[in-house]
DNA sequence: TGTGAAACACATATCTA
DNA sequence: TAGATATGTGTTTCACA
């Protein structure tokens, strides 16, 4: 089973070639380039780049195309990241503790962790007092053995880039 | 100065409405929508939709429409988060340091942080092997006090929509 | 792959309430 | 300030060679 997934993993990587490479790049930095000037920098024709483009989001490699918003101008530049410890669980806890946690928009990632830190959330809210608030709601939905929150002074660099 | 700042940025939230809200929401999960359907979803005509996207994007608050990549699916699944504490550093020095941390593609996102961490990287590999060499690049890159790894081992949520 | 035509969506102007 | 209408332009989509 585990060797099939690594197969197939495979055999998706082998599907992408150096001209797709080009588009995916292309479609990362600017989802709203035409086929035209995509094409172009791909050096094919505006006709084989659309089979391209068309391929790779049936394929979901595209998974989705979205539009950005600038958190500050919003009044969401607080970036807080939440570590998670818990205790032994069973499986239906987990179940309800990811579906819960995954429920509340403010966070926008979460992962199960190898090591000390059991999970990790990425929350995005408008203040400290505001993550306050999420962090109520959440205690409330589920019971967590030890939470620690970090928050972000500075943001440096954060990009939907994948490294290509 | 802080105050000034506090007043720019309410004058920013006023001027985005519950219409303009549905539109960022429309747009931010997916961003291929057409104007018709958003101008549907918020209840005005096309042409006060296409106004207000336009406003939007000029203002910056939609800072840039981008396709979104499974890493899965390039083989880009590892996600390593990165803590970095640094002994006291000239501002010159922060500065070398940040421009070379952003200019690593793997580096997803960078953070500044308050408390026991001094910054947080967000790393997007194909495996605990590509990290390390990411690894060696950075600290070949700025000489760094001390750096600890800790590896997603699944991830439960991503998204890129905002709380509006 | 490439050509080209039809369908569609966008961008803008003008006018009305 | 928003909506209706009209229209040129650009882009996408697809059948066919």
Avoid at 62 to 89: M, Y
Avoid at 103 to 110: K, L, N, S
Avoid at 124 to 137: E, H, L, P, T
């Amino acid at each position: 089973m585990e060797e099939y997934n690594f197969r197939n993993k495979y055999l998706f990587m082998e599907n992408i070639d150096d001209t797709d490479r080009l588009i995916l790049r292309a479609l990362q930095a600017d989802g709203s380039a035409s086929l035209e000037s995509i094409s172009a920098g791909a050096s094919i024709s505006v006709n084989t780049c659309w089979r391209r483009v068309k391929r790779l989001e049936e394929a979901g490699i595209v998974s989705k195309r979205v539009a950005l918003i600038d958190p500050e101008k919003v009044g969401l530049a607080q970036t807080v990241f939440v570590a998670i410890r818990t205790r032994d669980h069973s499986a239906a806890w987990l179940q309800r503790f990811s579906a819960a946690v995954s429920a509340v928009p403010e966070v926008i990632e979460f992962y199960r962790m190898a090591g000390d830190v059991d999970y990790l959330l990425k929350i995005q809210v408008g203040s400290v007092a505001d993550y306050d608030r999420v962090y109520k709601a959440l205690i409330a939905r589920v019971d967590l053995a030890d939470v620690s929150a970090t928050f972000a002074m500075e943001c440096l660099k954060n990009t939907t880039e994948l490294p290509l």
